[in-house]
Nanobody, 125 residues
Framework: QVHLVESGGGVVQAGGSLNLSCAASGGTLSHYAVGWFRQSAGDERHFVGGINWNDANTDYADSVKGRFTVSRDNPKNMMYLQMNGLTPEDTAVYYC??????????????????WGQGTQVTVSS
């Protein structure tokens, strides 16, 4: 069972950047499909971006394409979300998630078995 811990959230001005990290323990992250999701107050959890097992495919929400990049460092058992060109609409709690093996598509939160506790990102205008 893999344990995930996010870090790197904070307050940033519109147009700025943040790089979120997700540290994995108790499992080898390279054996997992990984994803980032976000949830604003009063809203459901939405897919941001992800990388499938064995880097089979990568996917992003339309709202972040060209601005956000998901990556992972397998030797360090880490995954990252580089966020550029942030807008107030990106304000949310960001979660990393993982599921062992290949998953049919990356954007369904129900497909992930393991979740971090979340890190708050606030973008001021």
């Amino acid at each position: 069972q893999v344990h995930l811990v996010e870090s790197g959230g904070g307050v940033v001005q519109a147009g700025g950047s943040l790089n979120l990290s997700c540290a994995a323990s108790g499992g080898t992250l390279s054996h997992y499909a990984v994803g980032w999701f976000r949830q604003s107050a009063g809203d459901e959890r939405h897919f941001v971006g992800g990388i499938n097992w064995n880097d089979a495919n990568t996917d992003y929400a339309d709202s972040v394409k060209g601005r956000f990049t998901v990556s992972r460092d397998n030797p360090k058992n880490m995954m990252y979300l580089q966020m550029n060109g942030l807008t107030p609409e990106d304000t949310a709690v960001y979660y990393c998630a993982a599921r062992q093996g290949l998953i049919p598509h990356l954007d369904g939160p129900h497909l992930y078995a393991y979740w971090g506790q979340g890190t708050q990102v606030t973008v001021s205008s």
